[in-house]
């Protein structure tokens, strides 16, 4: 009598349950997953700045427009991360001091029809320029799984990639 794996499959459900037992070992759960995505999937948070940006590739770059126009990155998480402090990491270029970047992250409590609780980091710039750089702003509570990162984005700066946790 045989299980019915045989050769590369049985190699395959090996690795894979011993990989799992290894994970589930370490002691990581959901509040150590990191999510990543394309700038590209922001939006402006003027409508009527549609127009400033550029997509290229999934980085975003203020192609059109004078000063700085803001770029927004939503942070979706699973409901384990709501009640924790999150982080944000954007990846972004500014290739001189005119054409700068600058991000911060912030989350919202509403309680009622007209109270409001805002959390926000501070805001962090490149620390060079004409090279990529990741700016880290300090972390936030998220009290309800609404947290953004709003990026101030110059003519001929860009926006590339987020992660976070």
Known sequence: MTNGLTGKRASVCGATVLLLVLW?????????????????????????????????????????????????????????????????????????????????????????AENATVYASNTVYPAQFGTTQWLTPSTVYDPANVVQVICMVSLGATVNYYYYQ
């Open 24 to 112: 589930a070992s370490t002691g990581y759960g959901y509040d150590s997953v990191q999510y990543s995505a394309p700038a590209a999937l922001g939006k402006t948070v003027n409508a009527g700045t549609t127009n400033c940006f550029y997509e290229d590739y999934g980085r975003e770059e203020n192609y059109y427009c004078s000063g700085a126009q803001y770029w927004s990155l939503p942070l979706t998480f699973d409901q384990s991360a709501i009640g924790g402090y999150v982080g944000a990491t954007i990846q972004v270029f500014a290739p001189n001091t005119s054409a700068t970047v600058g991000c911060y992250q912030y989350s919202v409590q509403f309680s009622g």
